[in-house]
Protein backbone atom coordinates (compact mmCIF):
# COMPACT_ATOMS: atom_id res chain seq x y z
CA UNK A 1 0.00 0.00 0.00
CA UNK A 2 1.28 3.44 -1.00
CA UNK A 3 2.07 6.12 2.24
CA UNK A 4 -1.39 8.17 2.57
CA UNK A 5 -0.84 9.71 5.75
CA UNK A 6 -0.04 13.48 6.06
CA UNK A 7 1.07 14.79 9.24
CA UNK A 8 0.66 18.79 9.96
CA UNK A 9 2.90 20.61 12.18
CA UNK A 10 1.49 23.66 13.42
CA UNK A 11 3.83 26.71 15.11
CA UNK A 12 1.73 29.37 14.47
CA UNK A 13 1.91 32.20 12.63
CA UNK A 14 -1.03 34.73 10.70
CA UNK A 15 -2.37 31.65 9.22
CA UNK A 16 -3.66 30.74 12.72
CA UNK A 17 -4.19 34.95 14.15
CA UNK A 18 -7.14 35.70 15.65
CA UNK A 19 -8.32 39.32 15.56
CA UNK A 20 -11.83 41.74 15.71
CA UNK A 21 -14.17 40.29 12.81
CA UNK A 22 -13.06 41.02 9.10
CA UNK A 23 -10.18 43.17 9.92
CA UNK A 24 -6.83 42.53 8.15
CA UNK A 25 -4.48 43.55 10.52
CA UNK A 26 -4.38 44.33 14.18
CA UNK A 27 -4.88 40.74 14.88
CA UNK A 28 -2.50 38.42 16.85
CA UNK A 29 -0.66 35.68 15.58
CA UNK A 30 -0.62 31.89 16.81
CA UNK A 31 -4.13 31.79 18.23
CA UNK A 32 -6.36 29.07 16.94
CA UNK A 33 -4.55 25.21 17.17
CA UNK A 34 -3.43 23.33 13.91
CA UNK A 35 -6.09 20.80 14.87
CA UNK A 36 -8.76 23.34 14.20
CA UNK A 37 -6.96 24.75 11.33
CA UNK A 38 -7.32 21.61 9.48
CA UNK A 39 -10.60 20.64 10.34
CA UNK A 40 -11.93 23.80 9.33
CA UNK A 41 -11.66 22.35 5.48
CA UNK A 42 -14.08 20.13 4.35
CA UNK A 43 -11.71 19.18 1.43
CA UNK A 44 -9.75 17.41 3.99
CA UNK A 45 -12.03 15.06 5.31
CA UNK A 46 -11.10 12.12 4.24
CA UNK A 47 -7.58 12.08 4.34
CA UNK A 48 -5.68 10.34 6.88
CA UNK A 49 -4.18 13.01 8.92
CA UNK A 50 -2.22 13.66 12.28
CA UNK A 51 -1.63 16.89 13.75
CA UNK A 52 0.88 18.25 15.78
CA UNK A 53 1.17 21.78 17.72
CA UNK A 54 5.11 22.11 17.84
CA UNK A 55 4.67 26.07 18.86
CA UNK A 56 2.23 28.69 18.85
CA UNK A 57 4.12 31.68 17.70
CA UNK A 58 4.57 34.90 16.09
CA UNK A 59 7.73 33.58 13.22
CA UNK A 60 9.53 36.69 13.83
CA UNK A 61 10.14 35.18 17.38
CA UNK A 62 11.08 32.31 15.98
CA UNK A 63 13.50 30.64 18.32
CA UNK A 64 16.42 28.04 18.17
CA UNK A 65 13.77 25.54 20.07
CA UNK A 66 11.24 25.90 17.74
CA UNK A 67 13.44 24.62 15.39
CA UNK A 68 15.00 21.76 16.95
CA UNK A 69 11.52 20.52 18.04
CA UNK A 70 10.44 20.96 14.40
CA UNK A 71 13.71 19.33 13.08
CA UNK A 72 13.18 16.05 15.57
CA UNK A 73 9.35 16.25 14.65
CA UNK A 74 10.04 16.53 11.18
CA UNK A 75 12.82 13.14 11.49
CA UNK A 76 10.31 11.32 13.00
CA UNK A 77 7.13 11.10 10.83
CA UNK A 78 9.45 11.34 7.75
CA UNK A 79 10.34 7.91 9.38
CA UNK A 80 7.29 6.33 9.12
CA UNK A 81 6.03 4.23 6.24
CA UNK A 82 2.75 5.57 5.84
CA UNK A 83 3.31 8.62 5.76
CA UNK A 84 3.71 10.67 2.55
CA UNK A 85 4.78 14.06 3.38
CA UNK A 86 4.50 16.69 5.93
CA UNK A 87 3.09 20.14 6.03
CA UNK A 88 3.98 22.77 8.72
CA UNK A 89 2.10 26.10 9.34
CA UNK A 90 3.72 28.54 9.87
CA UNK A 91 4.26 32.73 9.97
CA UNK A 92 5.57 34.29 6.57
CA UNK A 93 8.01 36.05 8.48
CA UNK A 94 10.89 33.72 8.86
CA UNK A 95 9.41 30.89 6.73
CA UNK A 96 12.75 31.27 4.50
CA UNK A 97 14.69 30.85 7.19
CA UNK A 98 12.79 27.45 8.45
CA UNK A 99 12.54 25.95 4.86
CA UNK A 100 16.23 26.46 4.49
CA UNK A 101 17.21 25.32 8.10
CA UNK A 102 14.95 21.88 7.30
CA UNK A 103 16.21 21.28 3.96
CA UNK A 104 19.79 21.50 5.40
CA UNK A 105 19.61 19.34 8.22
CA UNK A 106 16.38 16.88 6.97
CA UNK A 107 17.66 17.06 3.12
CA UNK A 108 13.86 14.93 3.11
CA UNK A 109 13.14 12.40 0.20
CA UNK A 110 9.59 13.27 0.72
CA UNK A 111 7.79 16.48 0.52
CA UNK A 112 7.56 18.80 3.58
CA UNK A 113 5.50 21.73 2.48
CA UNK A 114 5.42 24.67 4.77
CA UNK A 115 2.46 27.07 4.24
CA UNK A 116 1.34 30.46 5.67
CA UNK A 117 -1.07 33.22 5.46
CA UNK A 118 -1.09 37.03 4.78
CA UNK A 119 -4.56 37.65 6.73
CA UNK A 120 -5.44 36.42 9.83
CA UNK A 121 -7.79 33.38 9.94
CA UNK A 122 -11.03 35.87 11.29
CA UNK A 123 -10.35 38.01 8.47
CA UNK A 124 -13.52 38.24 5.99
CA UNK A 125 -11.62 36.41 3.34
CA UNK A 126 -8.55 34.53 5.05
CA UNK A 127 -6.14 33.33 2.24
CA UNK A 128 -5.02 30.83 5.51
CA UNK A 129 -7.49 27.71 4.09
CA UNK A 130 -6.70 27.64 0.73
CA UNK A 131 -2.98 27.33 1.33
CA UNK A 132 -3.21 25.06 4.02
CA UNK A 133 -5.15 22.67 1.30
CA UNK A 134 -2.49 23.61 -1.87
CA UNK A 135 -0.04 22.55 0.93
CA UNK A 136 -1.69 19.26 1.74
CA UNK A 137 -2.02 19.05 -2.50
CA UNK A 138 2.25 19.40 -2.73
CA UNK A 139 2.70 16.84 0.52
CA UNK A 140 0.49 14.18 -1.51
CA UNK A 141 2.27 15.08 -5.01
CA UNK A 142 3.64 11.38 -5.84
CA UNK A 143 7.46 11.56 -6.61
CA UNK A 144 7.66 15.34 -4.73
CA UNK A 145 10.71 15.91 -2.11
CA UNK A 146 12.49 18.29 -0.33
CA UNK A 147 11.41 21.46 1.44
CA UNK A 148 9.24 23.94 -0.33
CA UNK A 149 6.91 27.17 0.58
CA UNK A 150 3.51 26.93 -0.76
CA UNK A 151 1.27 30.19 -0.51
CA UNK A 152 -0.70 31.86 -3.34
CA UNK A 153 -1.00 29.02 -5.56
CA UNK A 154 2.97 28.94 -6.02
CA UNK A 155 5.50 26.72 -5.00
CA UNK A 156 8.90 28.00 -4.20
CA UNK A 157 12.12 25.42 -3.13
CA UNK A 158 13.82 26.05 0.38
CA UNK A 159 17.14 27.59 -0.83
CA UNK A 160 15.19 30.24 -3.58
CA UNK A 161 12.45 31.23 -1.06
CA UNK A 162 12.17 34.54 0.19
CA UNK A 163 9.04 37.23 1.54
CA UNK A 164 9.23 40.13 -1.13
CA UNK A 165 5.96 41.75 0.04
CA UNK A 166 4.36 43.35 3.09
CA UNK A 167 0.84 43.03 2.72
CA UNK A 168 0.18 40.96 -1.11
CA UNK A 169 -1.40 37.80 -0.78
CA UNK A 170 1.29 36.07 -3.04
CA UNK A 171 4.20 37.49 -1.05
CA UNK A 172 6.74 34.73 -1.92
CA UNK A 173 9.63 34.74 -4.76
CA UNK A 174 12.24 33.21 -5.82
CA UNK A 175 14.10 34.94 -7.37
CA UNK A 176 15.52 34.38 -10.73
CA UNK A 177 15.22 31.14 -10.54
CA UNK A 178 11.56 31.42 -10.43
CA UNK A 179 8.82 29.09 -8.45
CA UNK A 180 9.43 25.22 -8.25
CA UNK A 181 5.48 24.91 -8.96
CA UNK A 182 2.14 25.69 -9.21
CA UNK A 183 -1.09 24.37 -7.61
CA UNK A 184 -3.82 24.77 -9.74
CA UNK A 185 -7.44 23.54 -8.87
CA UNK A 186 -6.01 20.71 -6.62
CA UNK A 187 -3.52 19.72 -9.29
CA UNK A 188 0.95 20.10 -8.96
CA UNK A 189 1.54 21.94 -12.75
CA UNK A 190 5.95 21.49 -11.80
CA UNK A 191 8.24 23.27 -14.15
CA UNK A 192 11.60 22.09 -12.36
CA UNK A 193 12.97 19.56 -10.00
CA UNK A 194 12.50 19.21 -6.05
CA UNK A 195 14.69 20.73 -3.51
CA UNK A 196 17.58 17.67 -3.08
CA UNK A 197 20.20 16.45 -0.74
CA UNK A 198 22.74 18.82 1.79
CA UNK A 199 22.49 17.11 5.54
CA UNK A 200 25.70 16.51 6.45
CA UNK A 201 26.31 12.91 8.56
CA UNK A 202 25.26 13.30 12.30
CA UNK A 203 24.44 16.85 11.32
CA UNK A 204 20.74 16.37 13.13
CA UNK A 205 21.95 14.58 15.89
CA UNK A 206 24.24 18.00 16.55
CA UNK A 207 21.57 20.51 15.50
CA UNK A 208 19.34 18.19 18.37
CA UNK A 209 22.17 18.07 21.13
CA UNK A 210 22.93 21.70 21.00
CA UNK A 211 22.22 23.58 23.95
CA UNK A 212 21.62 27.57 22.46
CA UNK A 213 22.64 28.16 18.80
CA UNK A 214 25.87 30.36 18.35
CA UNK A 215 25.55 33.81 17.88
CA UNK A 216 25.60 34.97 14.25
CA UNK A 217 24.88 38.37 13.44
CA UNK A 218 24.15 39.94 9.94
CA UNK A 219 25.69 43.49 9.55
CA UNK A 220 24.85 45.30 6.14
CA UNK A 221 26.86 47.48 3.99
CA UNK A 222 25.01 50.87 2.99
CA UNK A 223 26.71 54.31 2.25
CA UNK A 224 28.51 55.46 5.46
CA UNK A 225 29.31 52.32 7.08
CA UNK A 226 31.99 51.31 9.15
CA UNK A 227 33.69 49.25 11.33
CA UNK A 228 31.89 50.11 14.31
CA UNK A 229 29.60 47.53 14.55
CA UNK A 230 31.68 44.56 13.41
CA UNK A 231 34.10 45.59 16.09
CA UNK A 232 31.61 45.89 18.83
CA UNK A 233 29.98 42.88 17.69
CA UNK A 234 33.96 41.00 17.76
CA UNK A 235 34.43 42.70 21.08
CA UNK A 236 31.09 40.93 22.40
CA UNK A 237 31.79 37.59 21.52
CA UNK A 238 30.13 36.64 17.86
CA UNK A 239 31.18 33.66 16.53
CA UNK A 240 29.70 34.69 13.12
CA UNK A 241 29.06 36.98 10.89
CA UNK A 242 27.39 37.75 7.67
CA UNK A 243 28.45 40.45 5.80
CA UNK A 244 25.20 41.55 3.32
CA UNK A 245 26.80 43.20 0.81
CA UNK A 246 26.15 45.87 -1.21
CA UNK A 247 25.67 44.83 -5.64
CA UNK A 248 28.07 41.58 -6.04
CA UNK A 249 29.18 41.80 -2.42
CA UNK A 250 31.48 44.68 -1.99
CA UNK A 251 31.87 46.07 1.55
CA UNK A 252 33.66 49.92 2.39
CA UNK A 253 36.71 49.51 2.94
CA UNK A 254 36.93 49.88 7.02
CA UNK A 255 34.09 47.44 7.36
CA UNK A 256 35.73 45.13 5.08
CA UNK A 257 39.09 45.33 7.09
CA UNK A 258 36.81 44.93 10.90
CA UNK A 259 35.45 41.59 9.07
CA UNK A 260 39.21 40.75 8.11
CA UNK A 261 40.36 41.86 11.43
CA UNK A 262 37.44 39.65 13.10
CA UNK A 263 38.71 36.45 10.78
CA UNK A 264 42.00 36.52 12.01
CA UNK A 265 40.44 36.51 15.47
CA UNK A 266 38.52 33.24 14.84
CA UNK A 267 35.48 34.68 13.70
CA UNK A 268 33.60 32.88 11.05
CA UNK A 269 32.30 35.58 8.26
CA UNK A 270 30.31 34.79 4.73
CA UNK A 271 29.43 37.84 2.42
CA UNK A 272 26.66 38.06 0.43
CA UNK A 273 24.60 40.95 -0.76
CA UNK A 274 21.52 42.85 -0.27
CA UNK A 275 20.42 42.91 -3.75
CA UNK A 276 17.00 40.99 -4.30
CA UNK A 277 17.75 38.97 -7.15
CA UNK A 278 21.12 37.52 -8.64
CA UNK A 279 24.38 35.96 -5.98
CA UNK A 280 27.44 37.20 -5.45
CA UNK A 281 29.87 36.07 -7.90
CA UNK A 282 33.24 35.11 -6.40
CA UNK A 283 36.28 36.84 -8.30
CA UNK A 284 39.99 35.83 -7.65
CA UNK A 285 41.38 37.81 -5.24
CA UNK A 286 38.34 38.08 -2.49
CA UNK A 287 39.68 38.63 0.66
CA UNK A 288 36.01 37.56 2.56
CA UNK A 289 34.25 34.17 0.96
CA UNK A 290 31.10 34.79 -0.94
CA UNK A 291 27.54 32.55 -0.33
CA UNK A 292 25.40 31.80 -3.20
CA UNK A 293 22.00 32.57 -0.90
CA UNK A 294 20.30 35.68 0.85
CA UNK A 295 22.21 36.95 3.97
CA UNK A 296 19.43 35.38 6.29
CA UNK A 297 20.04 31.78 4.56
CA UNK A 298 23.95 32.27 4.95
CA UNK A 299 23.32 32.91 8.58
CA UNK A 300 21.77 29.51 8.78
CA UNK A 301 24.53 27.79 6.81
CA UNK A 302 26.84 29.42 9.41
CA UNK A 303 24.83 28.35 12.28
CA UNK A 304 25.15 24.78 11.23
CA UNK A 305 28.68 25.17 10.47
CA UNK A 306 29.61 26.69 14.13
CA UNK A 307 27.69 23.65 15.52
CA UNK A 308 29.93 21.36 14.08
N1 LIG B 1 4.21 38.14 11.91
C1 LIG B 1 3.51 37.02 11.31
C2 LIG B 1 4.37 35.78 11.48
O1 LIG B 1 5.36 35.68 10.83
C3 LIG B 1 3.25 37.31 9.90
C4 LIG B 1 2.60 36.23 9.11
O2 LIG B 1 2.43 35.11 9.52
O3 LIG B 1 2.22 36.57 7.99
O4 LIG B 1 4.03 34.92 12.25
Sequence with gaps: MSPDRIVVMGTGGTIAGRGAPGAELGYVAGQIGVEDLVAAIPELRDVRVVTEQVAQI??????????????????????????????????????????????????PGKPVAITC?????????????????D????????????????????????????KVHTYRLDAFGSGDAGPLAYVEAGRVRQLRGWPQGLSGAGLLDRVLCAREWPWVEIVTNHAGAGSRTVDALVAGGVQGLV??????????????????????????????????????IAQAGDRLPAHPLTPVKARVDLLLELLA
Design 135 to 162: AFTVARQAGARGVMAVCAGVVHGAAEVR
Design 243 to 280: AAGTGNGSLNVPMEQALLRAMEKGVRVLRSTRCLDGKV
Design 117 to 133: AMRPATALVPDGPQNLL
Design 58 to 107: DSKDMAFGVWQSLAARCAHWLGQADVAGIVVTHGTDTLEETAWFLQRVLA
